[in-house]
């Protein structure tokens, strides 16, 4: 009578759930029998998905530049200003490096994600789908995370694939040495918990403290089914439950010792849209969940994938707010995201773990181009993804979509990759989703040819997309490209100097200069510049002699370099 | 092979608890036993009896009927709180009858949110009209899927009334088709489901355009007295409905519907928009596939999620003629699946696709059921409503009146907003696959089930609930239990009739010694309890025999077993 005992030694034990910073968490990896002999993964990557559901507007997350006036003409009544229009809220310009066609501007709620791009730590795939995309939110959320195509009917999820790959004989021989987690952890509010498709035990995580722990499921005799009731529906049932009972007792007082091992966020996370919108979708319900995540991973959890959600973006109706439609519903929605993942990142950098993370979003489609009379849009195709970590190689993946040939079947206008067929109407892809996840599993948890053969996507290795660079050596590329801050001249310096730099979009741009021991400061230069090459002269004969280094700061991005002034 | 074919011998205990398990929210045993006498076609006369339609509950702090439009400073939300609860309040009190189990059926299928509706009279009214169609005088799916069309709470959530000529809004276009009648098929090429195509959802959604819903109330459905929405434009003419031709696809024979009238202004009346509405619902209707997917999701409900093969052959084919021929029927297709042998797993030898026991419970199962076994004791809404109200919608800082917990809330830690699911289609458990209602338990769902099992029996040492429900474990045994001084009799009285299915000797001694009593200890519990029948008020052998009572009850619903039904 192993409960009785614990009962007696803890008489206020209750059945209480488990939550992780007031969030519900369970699990996600399935209890296919499948068993499989790979070694389980020894590396201690993660990856961080991010599901916006109900079909996110991807025209008016990423706004085309060249195309704009088509884009106008088909969303008169919901459009956002462009880049460069004269409008106080607009598009954020994103990087004018980029060729005319592929240039974009982000919507103007989503200045976090802007700022991750300038840091080099953002990716953006632009029209994601697969081919005939359909248009139910279940049927494309189940192919989302099937990872199967229009017309596949499968019974398992990708991820839950891939874990049973790396992780034999899971559940039965887990928790273990070295995996005492959860394989993968969905995180969310409590009603949000039913939508996950993919199938396998949800494991479990049910009490409020350590102590309450280990009381969810009384197996004595439960295994002593009366001849005639074994293999029933009902003993199917009851086996259900009970594997999921039996995974929480075991996860649950883990995850709270290593979710109490280290400290809260020292990130603020905002929690409130500025603007006009909806009561519903002011409050940002990401936030906390990314929050839970990233202290997990500083806690030391083994957990390999991790979910967290938002709901609201199917915006049939008033998406805006009429009087501006910079602002409202999808606008709040985008804010949330923007600024949730924005947080997460730089809490994951304060946490000392981004090296390990890499952070997606997803949707199970985008909308309609041209918008309906009740400023909204119905349900379409193609949408972005975004794709943050250290390790990411930055930039913008493939071009608009094409908004003049919203009829014309079989095109593409991917960048690089092969055409494929596209025979919905509206928007065509230019990637199919597992060029995306197929990169992120190859190149980024490093999974090899078995694993990826398992979770079904080995017809994708050749397409895979090039999103994961290494944490420093991809980025001096982007760098060069988008800021560039060059030697002054001349250099020693008598009296005046030059110095010249590039900026890549319009920023509030900041010149200092310090003497070497970091005694003496001098800002030389502070206020907004317009994108381009610049020139600025200064006269330093007032200066003493000695080394000193001048600093350009200009939104997120920030060199330094070394002087000498001689007398 | 499973067969349709009536069984018609006696229920027996098991076959009336596991009807009236599926067709109410929880019986009591009394009720087990009054069925466990009849054959099933007895049995249905009393399920489907048409007791008379209740009337509008009024808000207690105005008096009004919810059903009208409120004043001014009345708060939406709390006039939502008070049907919910008034609607929680039927389903507890509902006795033998299908009723409420048959309108939270059609809940599930045309589902709304309150949350988006935010309108305590819509949502009344469109609670009335699912009941009305569960009465034989109006029971027509068909019909009713047409009045959903114009119902105010349907027309805000699926922004229907923002659906005009210009630029349609297909919202309720969509799921109308995809969720409410003909069902999403495999998808076989570029927008193309089978059973329809995208194509149809423009058409349908033009057909759709132009209504609004009524926030006064006061436009009044002359089939049903219930308040409905409209069309847009005053006198007859449909100043927003779209009168283009919508042509269908293939899959729906590439019909076409009209107007037969369009004026100089390019519109046409309001009785012909609502004719196209009904033309569209016939030509649907038409399609054997309708019938079908609503059979196969009453089926889902009502006796087991999985359908093989077998099961579409020999069980939905043959209720889904039967649902056609009835003139859409709720009551004839389900008397005819509810008296099947196919229901009560005597259509053959086999047990391993028996379906009793093989649904996990609904929190609301749970938690009413609870209710129900145990007699709970509520308020008398006739006397005091404001009270039954508070017990569901919770209550706090109202001077002289203790706080209550609201079994609301409680009802989401364990998984169900009420009358609010996440999205659109509903509650996962009626539409999720693969697992269906396993998607009623996740280990935290599982431990707020348990925490609420525990509310009422709780371990030493424990507070009981403030949830405002009466409830005295030791009477319930005293006035329900024969030879309660008989442990083994004790525990069998629970385990037989709170679990659907027998249990080995292994799990029922479990039961009885994991908090009830130790082994050897039988003599000791007769003699307690014979003190306590003696002397029922004496608080030292009440202290003696509650936590034991508590200790047993709590054990065999904290199991595995008591979620399933």
Redesign the interface.
């Known amino acids: 009578?192993k409960?009785?005992n614990f009962?007696k030694q803890l008489?206020?034990?209750?059945?209480?759930?488990?939550l992780l910073n007031g969030l519900?968490?369970?699990s996600m990896a399935g209890n296919d029998p499948l068993k499989r002999l790979a070694a389980a993964s020894d590396n201690d990557r993660v990856l961080v998905f991010i599901q916006l559901?109900g079909g996110n507007d991807g025209l008016n997350t990423l706004i085309p530049v060249e195309q704009y006036t088509q884009y106008a003409n088909l969303r008169p009544n919901i459009l956002i200003p462009a880049i460069n229009s004269s409008s106080n809220r607009k598009a954020i310009a994103v990087d004018n490096t980029l060729p005319l066609e592929q240039q974009l501007g982000f919507h103007p709620d989503m200045s976090g994600l802007k700022t991750l791009y300038d840091r080099g730590e953002l990716a953006v795939v632009q029209g994601v789908g697969y081919k005939?995309i359909?248009?139910?939110?279940?049927?494309s959320r189940d192919i989302w995370n099937s990872g199967g195509n229009?017309?596949s009917?499968t019974?398992s999820g990708w991820a839950g694939r891939y874990l049973y790959h790396e992780f034999p004989d899971y559940p039965d021989a887990y928790p273990s040495a070295d995996m005492p987690d959860p394989l993968g952890l969905e995180i969310g509010r409590?009603?949000?918990?039913?939508?996950h498709?993919g199938?396998g035990i949800?494991?479990?995580?049910?009490?409020s403290s350590p102590r309450g722990f280990n009381?969810?499921?009384?197996t004595?005799?439960?295994d002593?089914?009366?001849e005639?009731?074994v293999?029933?529906?009902?003993a199917?049932?009851?086996e259900?439950?009970?594997g999921?009972?039996k995974?929480?007792d075991q996860y649950?007082a883990r995850l709270a010792e290593v979710f109490n091992s280290v400290g809260d966020t020292q990130v603020s996370y905002p929690s409130v849209y500025p603007f006009p919108a909806p009561k519903?979708a002011k409050e940002n319900s990401l936030g906390q969940q990314l929050q839970t995540i990233a202290r997990l991973i500083e806690g030391g959890v083994k957990t390999k994938i991790f979910l967290a959600q938002i709901?609201g973006f199917?915006t049939?109706?008033?998406q805006v707010e009429s009087s501006d439609p910079t602002t409202g519903l999808h606008a709040a929605l985008l804010y949330h995201v923007s600024s949730s993942i924005k947080s997460f990142q730089d809490d994951l950098i304060k946490r000392g773990v981004a090296d390990r993370v890499m952070t997606m979003t997803f949707s199970e489609f985008g909308r309609r181009a041209?918008?309906?009379?009740?400023y909204?849009t119905?349900?379409g195709t193609v949408a972005p993804v975004f794709v943050v970590g250290k390790a990411v190689r930055p930039g913008i993946f493939g071009l608009s979509p094409d908004l003049s040939n919203l009829n014309n079947?079989n095109l593409t206008n991917a960048l690089d990759s092969d055409s494929f067929e596209m025979?919905?109407?509206d928007m065509a892809p230019n990637y199919d989703y597992r060029q995306i996840y197929t990169a992120l599993l190859e190149d980024w948890m490093l999974a090899d040819e078995a694993s990826l053969a398992a979770t079904q996507f080995q017809d994708f290795r050749s397409s895979k997309l090039d999103l994961v660079g290494t944490i420093t050596g991809s980025k001096e590329a982007f760098f060069a490209k988008h800021f560039r801050l060059d030697e002054c001249y001349p250099n020693p310096v008598r009296e005046k100097t030059t110095i010249s730099y590039y900026i890549d979009s319009s920023e509030h741009v900041k010149l200092t200069l310090m003497d070497i021991s970091g005694k003496q400061s001098t800002t030389l230069f502070n206020k907004v510049q317009a994108y381009g090459e610049h020139k600025i002269e200064v006269d330093l004969s007032s200066y003493a002699a000695g080394t000193y280094v001048y600093t350009l700061e200009a939104g997120a991005k920030k060199a330094t370099k070394k002087m000498l002034i001689v007398r | 092979m499973a067969s349709i074919n009536p069984y018609t011998g006696t229920l027996g205990e098991k076959g009336a608890s596991h009807l009236l398990r599926r067709v109410t929210f929880g019986p009591t045993l009394e009720e087990i036993k009054q069925f466990a006498v009849m054959p099933p076609a007895t049995a249905m006369g009393l399920i489907f009896k048409n007791e008379v339609e209740p009337s509008v509950p009024l808000f207690p702090p105005t008096g009004q009927p919810v059903s009208e439009k409120p004043l001014e400073d009345v708060n939406q939300f709390e006039l939502i709180d008070t049907v919910r609860g008034w609607w929680l309040e039927r389903m507890r009190t509902g006795g033998v009858s299908i009723r409420e189990k048959l309108v939270f059926f059609l809940h599930t299928h045309f589902t709304t949110k309150v949350e988006t509706v935010a309108s305590g009279p819509a949502i009344y009214h469109q609670n009335a009209l699912m009941r009305k169609y569960t009465y034989a005088t109006y029971d027509n799916f068909k019909e009713l899927s047409k009045k959903i069309c114009l119902d105010n709470a349907m027309l805000i959530f699926l922004d229907s009334r923002l659906n005009t000529d210009n630029r349609p809004n297909e919202n309720f276009g969509r799921e109308f088709l995809e969720l409410y009648t003909i069902g999403k098929g495999k998808q076989v090429g570029p927008d193309d489901y089978t059973t329809f195509t995208e194509q149809d959802v423009k058409a349908a959604a033009k057909i759709l355009s132009g209504y609004t819903n009524d926030r006064e109330y006061t436009e009044i459905d002359p089939d049903t007295g219930i308040a409905k929405g409209l069309l847009i434009g005053d006198g007859l003419i449909a100043d927003r409905h779209n009168t283009e031709t919508k042509t269908f696809s293939e899959r729906f024979g590439n019909r076409s519907i009209k107007p037969t009238t369009v004026n100089g202004a390019g519109k046409t009346t309001k009785e012909e928009a609502l004719e196209e509405l009904d033309q569209m619902v016939d030509l649907i209707f038409d399609q054997e596939e309708t019938a079908r997917f609503i059979c196969r999701k009453l089926y889902r409900f009502f006796v087991y999620y999985e359908i093989n093969d077998e099961i579409e052959r020999d069980i939905i084919g043959p209720m889904a003629a039967t649902f056609t021929s009835s003139g859409y029927k709720l009551e004839t297709v389900l008397r005819q699946l509810l008296s099947s042998q196919h229901f009560y797993d005597m259509d053959d030898a086999t047990t391993s696709n028996d379906i009793n026991g093989a649904l996990i419970k609904s929190p609301l199962e749970m938690t009413v059921g609870l209710f129900r076994f145990f007699k709970m004791r509520f308020p008398n809404i006739g006397v005091d409503a404001q009270e039954v109200f508070d017990i569901y919608k919770g209550r706090s800082d109202v001077d002289g009146k203790p706080d209550l917990e609201g079994v609301l809330r409680r009802l989401v830690d364990q998984g169900i907003d009420f009358y609010n699911p996440f999205e659109v289609a509903g509650y996962s458990a009626y539409h999720q696959a693969p697992g269906y209602n396993r998607n009623w338990i996740s280990a935290n769902y599982l431990a707020f089930r348990y925490e609420f099992i525990q509310k009422f029996f709780p371990n030493r040492g424990e507070e009981k609930a403030s949830l405002g429900i009466g409830f005295d474990v030791l009477s319930f045994i005293r006035d329900n239990v024969p030879n309660a001084d008989d442990a083994d009799v004790l525990v069998s009285y629970f385990v037989d009739n709170l679990l659907p299915e027998k249990i080995s000797d292994e799990r029922f001694d479990f039961f009885k010694y994991a908090d009830f009593i130790v082994a050897g200890d039988e003599m000791q519990w007769a003699v307690s309890w014979r003190q306590y029948m003696a002397k029922p008020t004496d608080v030292d052998i009440i202290s003696e025999v509650l936590p034991r009572a508590n200790g047993l009850i709590r054990e065999i619903l904290q199991s595995p077993e008591f979620q399933l039904f």
């Open positions: 009578m409960r009785r009962l008489p206020l034990a209750a059945a209480a759930p488990m519900p968490l369970r559901h005939n359909n248009q139910s939110h279940f049927r229009f017309d009917i019974q409590a009603v949000s918990l039913l939508h498709t199938q949800p494991a479990a995580l049910a009490v009381n969810l499921v009384d004595v005799g439960l002593n089914l009366p005639d009731l293999g029933t529906n009902y199917d049932e009851l259900w439950i009970k999921i009972s995974k929480g649950a519903g709901g199917d049939h109706a008033a041209e918008s309906n009379f009740s909204g119905d349900h079947k025979t919905n109407d």
